[in-house]
């Protein structure tokens, strides 16, 4: 059975319940680090492409309008997860004493 979670960064809940404490921590750790990046990350890349003013040319058209917030969620995504700041760091620590 799959979970949100699941959905979310491709972990498998059923085998993380299973897995060591250091698994856990790892994954919790990636987690953190996607929804830090995410939240932040994300709200910046929007905010870019709203005030991008609009030329004849470097313009990917039709699809970079359909799928940009998709873009923009995948690059923010990618960037949360080598990011180790104050923010990622202390919601690892309030959660890492529960895995």
Not at 46 to 54: D, Y
Not at 81 to 99: I, P, T, W
Request: overall charge positive; charged content about 25%; hydrophobic content about 40%.
């Amino acid at each position: 059975m799959s979970t949100a979670i699941d959905n979310v960064v491709g972990i498998d809940t059923i085998r993380l319940a299973q897995a060591g404490r250091a698994e856990r921590q790892a994954a919790l750790r990636q987690i953190v680090q996607e929804v830090v990046g995410t939240t932040f990350f994300g709200e910046m890349l929007k905010i870019a492409r709203s005030t991008a003013g609009k030329s004849k040319f470097g313009r990917g058209g039709r699809g970079e309008q359909v799928f940009g917030a998709q873009l923009d969620q995948e690059l923010a995504r990618c960037a949360g997860q080598g990011l180790r700041n104050g923010l990622s760091e202390a919601m690892y620590n309030r959660f890492a004493g529960r895995v």
